[in-house]
T-cell receptor
């Protein structure tokens, strides 16, 4: 599976959009981009995934560049409860392996 | 609301004791994963099963760890004998995966079993 690069930490003001970047320059054509988050002491929570097209659900939007070498997870109106570690994962096979993620802190 | 259920949620045990962690995957899911999380190593994939058969256990220390699926509703991870370095949070996850369709199916996680070996 392709490796991903994420900033180790980010801050965001409450009520503003949080834009979390992820680089995956070695992604192959049939690898999916997944985003999970982990709130302290809880299990990883699925957020969204995509292959080529941008995706949106009730939690977030996923923007994938045309060359698929990077993506951005957008939380449109961040709340204090969105403070968590966010993982970007590129997945080809049946398993899924996590990197270090981005620690997002939403501040009042 | 379907979810992965893990027991026990917390366990403190003495070095040398056997520890068994249990997982009930989401009903209908055919694949079960075991992960371990520590501050130093992050989230590591230990093993996973499909239709109760082990697919990959290359991440699991073989000398003391064993994983099984006695039936489709129960997965177990056993450590015998336990050591202080096994202290971690162990997560079970499940998915309904179709082989050769790779990564298009979502994996759902339980809340974890917090293990402390003293």
């Amino acid at each position: 599976d392709a490796k991903t690069t994420q900033p180790p930490s980010m801050d965001c003001a409450e009520g503003r959009a949080a834009n979390l970047p992820c680089n995956h320059s070695t992604i192959s054509g049939n690898e999916y981009v997944y985003w999970y988050r982990q709130i302290h002491s809880q299990g990883p929570q699925y957020i969204i995934h995509g292959l080529k097209n941008n995706e949106t659900n009730e939690m977030a939007s996923l923007i994938i560049t045309e060359d698929r070498k990077s993506s951005t997870l957008i939380l449109p109106h961040a709340t204090l409860r969105d403070t968590a570690v966010y993982y970007c994962i590129v997945r080809l096979t049946n398993d899924m392996r996590f990197g270090a993620g981005t620690r997002l802190t939403v501040k009042p | 609301d379907a979810r992965v259920t893990q027991t026990p949620r917390h366990k403190v045990t003495e070095m040398g004791q056997e520890v068994t962690m249990r997982c009930q995957p989401i009903l209908g899911h055919n694949t079960v994963f075991w992960y371990r999380q520590t501050m130093m190593q992050g989230l590591e994939l230990l093993a996973y099963f499909r239709n109760r058969a082990p697919l990959d256990d290359s991440g699991m220390p073989k000398d003391r760890f064993s994983a099984e699926m006695p039936d489709a509703t129960l997965a177990t991870l056993k450590i015998q004998p336990s050591e202080p370095r096994d202290s971690a949070v162990y997560f079970c996850a499940s998915a309904d995966l179709i082989l050769r369709q790779g990564g298009g199916n979502t994996i759902y996680f339980g809340e974890g079993s917090w293990l402390t070996v003293v």
